[in-house]
């Protein structure tokens, strides 16, 4: 297994969760410190996205997300902080829409006269657990 670094991090499909929230056991987070500097309190789950749903399934638990994309945009002149930033605004607006987790959908970063342009893309998503589990 190789290392996550912030670039895999943020690829498609890649889910970040609020590491606040009361999550399933059979939770693995990925280690990544760059990451982790982004957006703190937040992690990246490194279970196989193709057993995620069934694995959640039978912990008891449900996984959804909602429809819509989600876009949230930050300037800067440094690609790392203007990245923390709108993963920053991603994370509020999610924790607002009552759910724990998003899952990225594009992260597209432009450049112009010294000005750094990153636009996160997602879906908000939510982890509960089962009444009566």
Same mark, same amino acid.
């Given at each position: 297994?190789?290392?996550? +670094?912030?670039?895999?991090?943020? *690829?498609?499909? /890649?889910?970040?969760? *609020?590491? +606040?929230?009361?999550?399933? @056991? &059979?939770?693995? &987070?990925?280690? $990544?410190? #760059?990451?982790?500097?982004? =957006?703190?309190?937040?992690? #990246?789950?490194?279970?196989?996205? /193709?057993? =995620? $749903?069934?694995?959640? =399934? %039978?912990?008891?638990?449900? /996984?959804? &997300?909602?429809?819509? %994309?989600? *876009?949230?945009?930050?300037?800067?002149? $440094?690609?790392?902080?203007?990245? +923390? @930033?709108? =993963?920053?605004?991603?994370?509020?607006? #999610?924790? /607002?829409?009552?759910?724990?987790?998003?899952?990225?959908?594009? #992260?597209?970063?432009?450049r112009f006269l010294g000005i750094v342009r990153v636009t996160v893309a997602a879906h908000a998503r939510r982890l509960q657990e089962v009444?009566?589990?």
């Amino acid at each position: 297994m190789t290392m996550p +670094s912030i670039e895999n991090s943020m *690829e498609p499909g /890649s889910i970040h969760v *609020e590491r +606040s929230a009361r999550l399933p @056991a &059979f939770l693995r &987070f990925g280690v $990544d410190p #760059v990451a982790g500097a982004l =957006l703190k309190g937040w992690s #990246v789950i490194r279970n196989v996205r /193709s057993t =995620l $749903d069934a694995e959640t =399934l %039978k912990a008891g638990w449900i /996984s959804f &997300f909602l429809a819509g %994309k989600i *876009e949230r945009t930050s300037f800067g002149v $440094d690609r790392q902080k203007t990245l +923390s @930033a709108a =993963l920053g605004r991603m994370a509020r607006y #999610v924790k /607002s829409e009552n759910c724990n987790g998003f899952e990225i959908m594009q #992260v597209t970063t432009r450049r112009f006269l010294g000005i750094v342009r990153v636009t996160v893309a997602a879906h908000a998503r939510r982890l509960q657990e089962v009444k009566g589990n």
